[in-house]
């Protein structure tokens, strides 16, 4: 059997549902001459319009530090009773947690602390939020603006009422706290909120071809 080749209409269509999602009313037909399939998906990602994994959504900073993230993608349709528990699975073994299920008409979501998952309804369809955050990272880095207030404070009232050496002491103590707060953030979030981001990318993944095989 010959490879299948597309018209120049056929090409044309492709390519506006491809970059726009609107697409004429009518069915591709073959054509003896023009493109194969393989020159065509060569064509378009070199042109960036491969298929969407979903986007990510602006990282949450907290002092210039990661501390949130989070992933929407569009799915080819709603999941079955069967998918939503395959796709539930999927999410437990990916974050290494059991987490709770909860259904309320079209909604579907699987949550565990902060980490969510969620199927919701969209004017065109369905979609997969994905979205964290790391509570312990603010707090912490709360607790490293305190603690540099107090050491100034402390500093400049010691200064005050003593002499400077003993201010400096003070000031060292208090703020040497505060940097090991940062600090331990500093190393920890961006290597967090990197594997956040790469789970949920292979997590929207799983969902999309789940829900194009039938």
Known sequence: MSERRYGEEEVREIFSLATTGDARDHALSGDSG???????????????????????????????????????????????????????AEAR?????????????????????????????????????????????????????????????????????SNPVKSLAVLGMFGGVSLLSYGANFVRQPKWARERERQMEALAEYAVQLLSDS
């Open 34 to 88: 023009g493109m194969t399939l393989e020159e065509l998906q060569r064509i378009g990602q070199e042109a960036g319009t491969e298929p969407a994994r979903g986007s990510a959504a602006p990282v949450r900073h907290s002092l210039g530090l990661p501390i949130g993230v989070s992933r929407v993608v569009d799915l080819p349709r709603a999941p079955t009773d069967r998918e939503w528990e395959r796709l539930v």
């Open 93 to 161: 073994t990916t974050f290494g947690t059991q987490g709770r299920e909860r259904t309320s008409g079209s909604l579907r979501e699987w949550s565990v602390g902060n980490l969510h998952l969620s199927i919701e309804p969209t004017d065109n369809g369905e979609r997969l939020r994905l979205s964290t955050l790391r509570d312990d990272a603010v707090i912490l880095n709360g607790f490293a603006v305190v603690m540099g207030g107090v050491s100034v404070l402390m500093g400049s009232v010691v200064a005050i009422a």
